[in-house]
């Protein structure tokens, strides 16, 4: 090998490249199976009834089922089970159109009316449109679900648009929809802070924090060993801590740190 010195520095620049270049390994390393959803795009949209007061899969406090909340599905909620990246972030939801209804429905644009929801709970990757994984959309060929916590005491009744008199049934059960992340200040929960944070009787089995914008819940599962949603995927978040190609990358940076310094 050819070593190069440059004036002033005493030291290898052969090497000194070999020691950058594989921390830059090393991060493409730990990232290669991170899904992360985009911040805006598509989604379906489901509901199920959530009563007052429940204690969902994040442990949010028992206030927040007061305001609009929902369930996110595994992929991007981050883990199999109790809590996940996902838990605590808050999206703006809009129904478009519904795709099941024969002919499908697509209401007038004056009937559509978004809604920002805060996730507090897991739609497992057994439940209906909660199925996709990294490598592929549930059946409506979106990559996530939010599950509706509806009827809800903070959500109007009309919230999804209708035609009885046409389809002679006014609950669709699934929307094409479209999302976007925002911060939860734009949540209806923010100005009561009963409504924010985790129930403190649980300790460390409850993960829900006010925001995700500086705090992001770790995986339960990744944290359990147990599978992570789909396949390897960590969902929302970076978990580095017992990810085995991470700990390969930080032997090799050992192995060859004492070549650089020296």
Not at 233 to 246: E, P
Request: net charge negative; glycine share 8%; proline share 9%.
């Amino acid at each position: 090998m050819r070593v190069v010195h440059v004036a002033g520095k005493g030291r290898p620049t052969s090497f000194h490249s070999l020691f950058i270049s594989l921390i830059f390994i090393g991060v493409k390393i730990v990232s290669a199976d991170v899904w992360h959803p985009p911040s805006n795009g598509f989604a379906t949209i489901t509901h199920y009834t959530l009563p007052l007061d429940y204690i969902a899969s994040c442990g949010c406090s028992a206030k927040s089922t007061h305001y609009p909340t929902a369930a996110l599905s595994s992929l991007a909620f981050g883990s199999t089970q109790v809590f996940g990246p996902g838990c605590g972030a808050c999206y703006k939801l809009k129904p478009l159109n519904t795709f099941l209804s024969n002919p499908p429905f697509f209401p007038p644009e004056n009937e559509l009316r978004d809604i920002v929801v805060k996730v507090i709970d897991l739609c497992p990757t057994w439940s209906p449109w909660c199925e996709a994984t990294a490598d592929e959309p549930n059946k409506a060929g979106h990559y996530l679900n939010f599950d509706l916590a509806f009827p809800s005491t903070s959500i109007p009744e009309d919230f999804f648009p209708s035609n009885e008199s046409y389809y002679g049934y006014r609950d669709f059960g699934v929307w094409n929809a479209s999302y976007e992340a925002v911060h939860c200040s734009n949540w209806e929960g923010w100005e009561d802070p009963a409504a924010l944070g985790s129930v403190t009787n649980l300790g460390d089995s409850v993960c829900c924090p006010n925001d995700v914008s500086n705090v992001m819940c770790p995986s339960f599962s990744e944290q359990h060993g147990d599978p992570v949603p789909p396949t390897g995927s960590q969902g929302m978040g970076i978990i580095l801590t017992t990810d085995y190609r991470y700990t390969f990358g930080l032997m090799l940076l050992a192995a060859f740190i004492p070549m650089v310094v020296l």
